[in-house]
């Protein structure tokens, strides 16, 4: 073994050399990159010369005035009888909490859901969530307020379509389930 190292160490460190040095040739960057704003074509069927004229028609059109709105009809006054109107504020859209504080009946097997272990199913029932419904109506925000609290199961929720499985599962649709998602992990 010793005599192969010695008598092939010059072609060894020569491929070597020559391996980083083609390396570094495809890798290199180029120090003045065009960035793709900077790039412009002309549109199919017109030339570069014919588009410059245009811009510069563009450019030299005056932008028309906005139109002054109208101005309001004074009010009426208000009659001495007349009750003031509470200033109510609007309230925001929210969507509704996805938590529970305890189960509608029995909570369902959350295991069946693939992606979620034993160790989740109980994270999520101490978060609120027993059932597959709460989890087939999360919208976005939902979504995001559990998922902002699993700790390192954080991105499992869309990573492993946690919504989509719990509409089958939540619509005892097991055929489509098993289509979907592969065989399910125990009895609905």
């Given amino acids: 073994m010793g005599y192969l190292i010695a008598s092939f160490w010059l072609p060894m460190l020569l491929s070597a050399v020559i391996g980083m040095a083609t390396g570094a040739w495809v890798w290199r960057r180029p120090a003045q990159a065009a960035s793709a704003a900077d790039l412009v074509y002309p549109a199919a069927g017109s030339s570069v010369a014919a588009s410059e004229p245009q811009a510069a028609e563009a450019a030299e059109e005056p932008q028309p005035d906005p139109e002054p709105e109208p101005e309001a009809a004074p009010a009426e006054p208000e009659s001495a009888e007349a009750e003031p109107e509470l200033e109510t504020e609007p ?23 693939k992606g979620v272990g034993p160790k989740l199913a109980d994270m999520l029932h101490d978060l609120g969530v027993f059932h597959f419904a709460q989890i ?53």
């Fill in 91 to 113: 309230e925001p859209d929210t969507p509704p909490s996805p938590f529970l504080t305890e189960p509608d009946g029995d909570p369902d097997n959350l295991t069946l859901i």
């Fill in 136 to 188: 087939a109506d999360w919208g976005e925000h939902q979504v995001t307020e559990v998922d902002s609290q699993l700790g390192s199961f954080r991105g499992r929720i869309e990573r492993d379509r946690w919504v989509d499985q719990a509409r089958l599962l939540n619509a005892r649709n097991v055929a489509a389930f098993e289509r979907e998602f592969g065989k399910m992990n125990g009895p609905l």
